[in-house]
């Protein structure tokens, strides 16, 4: 079965960083596209960034791009994120899952690890 479990959360301050991972399973990983997705608490989900399936090419969000870096390591079925520069409006659950944008939004996703900011 498809299992995704993220871990690196925690709390910063502004201007801080912090790196996130996602291991996968269950599922063709390295021919997946990947993507992070974050929900502020009370919020919507929000879809943050995505990449293809070899790492070669990444999309962001406007609000994130230059502060947050997404990569990947499909031998150990493994995406990051990257957060730094981090703000207060990056608070939020931060999770993996398959897909781009609202794909992957509307997906399946893990059990997320909270980043808070303050």
């Known amino acids: 079965h498809v299992q995704l479990v993220e871990s690196g959360g925690g709390l910063v301050q502004p201007g801080g960083s912090l790196g996130l991972s996602c291991v996968a399973s269950?599922?063709?990983?390295?021919?997946?596209?990947m993507s992070w997705i974050r929900q502020p608490e009370g919020k919507e989900l929000e879809w943050v960034s995505g990449i293809n399936a070899d790492g070669a090419t990444t999309y962001y969000t406007d609000s994130v791009r230059g502060r947050f870096t997404t990569s990947r390591d499909n031998d150990k079925n493994t995406v990051y994120l990257q957060l730094t520069n981090l703000k207060s409006e990056d608070t939020g659950t931060y999770y993996c899952a398959p897909g781009m944008r609202q794909v992957a939004v509307r997906g399946f996703r893990g059990q997320g690890t909270q980043v808070t900011v303050s």
């Open positions: 269950g599922f063709a990983f390295s021919s997946a596209v």
